[in-house]
């Protein structure tokens, strides 16, 4: 059996378009898009998802200007501007 996705979206990553679709989260989206890292350590190691369920933050992203933005619960939106979260 196929899933049948919904409508493309487009969204920016650090400037960079990416495309998604009505229905499935940022996350989704970005790993599709294969981002190497949605955030950085204070370290400055890269940071991805870990739960993809929201109950953790390793996947938290800035979108229009909002931090601590949880990329696994976020509907991918047209139009959206989302950059890494930098921990300071």
């Given at each position: 059996m196929t899933a049948t996705r919904g409508p493309a979206v487009t969204f920016h990553f650090e400037g960079q378009p990416v495309t998604g679709y009505c229905?499935?989260?940022?996350?989704?989206?970005?790993?599709?898009a294969q981002v190497s890292a949605f955030g950085l350590t204070r370290e400055g190691t890269p940071r991805l998802p870990f739960c993809n369920m929201g109950t953790c933050f390793?996947?938290?992203?800035?979108?229009?200007?909002?931090?601590?933005?949880?990329?696994?619960?976020?509907?991918?939106?047209?139009?959206?501007?989302?950059?890494?979260?930098e921990a300071t």
């Open positions: 229905g499935e989260t940022l996350a989704t989206a970005l790993l599709a390793d996947c938290v992203v800035t979108v229009d200007g909002q931090r601590l933005v949880r990329a696994c619960l976020t509907e991918a939106r047209d139009g959206l501007c989302v950059t890494r979260h």
